[in-house]
């Protein structure tokens, strides 16, 4: 701020403001991205432990602001979500991914499924199942080369409805992933009873597998869990050799993370499939 406050109040009420100023125009540059197709959609791949192929993708969003350049999803998603641009965005999100993944197995390449993720909002919507099937009609994807991403905060809000909606949506054939496993509190008896396919290991816990004993425990103990109840276990934020052959020793079925490759561009995506097939 260039006026100082005569005492730590005002400053601080000063400092405030413009917070709330540059969020604001940040705002309307992201209502403005939304209008003129200013995001792109990264994949970064997700490999199967045992076999070392490419089965799979999580779609990231991208931002590229005119002047500010690339602006991180993890400060303009909660903006989104506390001005309701996070619905339209998702949308786009969505078709956009379920519309990439048809075109690569319309190019010839081996059938991937394509992680997307959800915002609470989203999951929210009235519409939200009828919107999901709708996108997957319009682009031709098949059901199970889809899925969604929530979080573990998903199975803390009115239970009954949450479970209603993922029953129908693994009816169609979608699988769904919890997102971020291990960072929330969802309890042992709703994971038990919700309809999920797939455990994601936050990457809090991967980056010091090799080091901490805490985490080493954890992450054993979440894909034991896992196992138990008859789902995947993914593991994200892989970056070394050393991560990968302790999640390959502890049995976690598929990884992801910068020593597979950083989220990229689709046709860079297709190089990286290439190269694998290739060996
Ligand atoms: P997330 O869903 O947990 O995504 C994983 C984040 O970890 C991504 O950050 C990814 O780029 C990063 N990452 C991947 N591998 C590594 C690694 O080896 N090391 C490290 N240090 N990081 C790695 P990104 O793309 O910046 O996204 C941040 C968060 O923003 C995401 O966390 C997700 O919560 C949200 N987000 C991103 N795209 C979307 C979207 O399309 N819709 C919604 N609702 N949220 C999104
Ligand atoms: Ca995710
Ligand atoms: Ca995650
Ligand atoms: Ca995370």
């Given at each position: 701020t260039k006026q100082t406050g005569r005492n730590g109040y005002t400053f601080y009420n000063n400092e405030m403001n413009e917070k709330s100023r540059e969020k604001l125009s940040l705002g309307n540059d992201l209502h403005k991205a939304l209008l003129h197709d200013n995001f792109l959609l990264y994949y970064q791949p997700q490999v199967d432990v045992q076999s070392?192929?490419?089965i799979g993708a999580e779609a990231l969003i991208r931002w590229k602001h005119p002047e500010k350049g690339f602006i991180s999803p993890a400060e303009f998603i909660p903006l989104a979500e506390e001005n309701g641009l996070i619905l339209q965005m998702g949308e786009w999100v969505l078709r956009t991914a379920c519309q990439q993944n048809k075109a690569w197995q319309d190019a010839g390449y081996e059938p991937i499924r394509m992680s997307v993720n959800l915002s609470m909002h989203q999951f929210q919507q009235k519409n939200f199942i009828e919107s999901i099937l709708r996108t997957l009609e319009e682009t031709g994807?098949?059901?199970n080369y889809l899925e969604l991403e929530v979080t573990e905060s998903i199975a803390m809000y009115d239970?009954?409805?949450v479970i209603k909606k993922l029953d129908i949506l693994d009816k169609a054939g979608i699988h769904v992933s919890v997102d971020d496993f291990g960072t929330g509190y969802s309890s042992l008896n709703y994971l038990r009873r919700l309809p999920v396919h797939t455990l994601k290991i936050d990457q809090s816990f991967v980056r010091d597998i090799n080091i901490d004993w805490d985490d080493t425990a954890i992450v054993n103990s979440i894909?034991?869990?896992?196992?138990?109840?008859?789902m995947n276990v993914v593991a994200e934020g892989v970056e070394t050799q050393?991560?990968?052959a302790f999640l390959k020793e502890h049995g976690c079925d598929r990884i992801q993370g910068y020593l597979v490759s950083p989220p990229v561009p689709a046709g860079q995506f297709e190089q990286l499939v290439k190269k694998t097939v290739e060996g």
């Open positions: 070392g192929q490419i994807l098949q059901a239970i009954e409805n894909i034991t869990l896992a196992h138990t109840l008859r050393e991560q990968f």
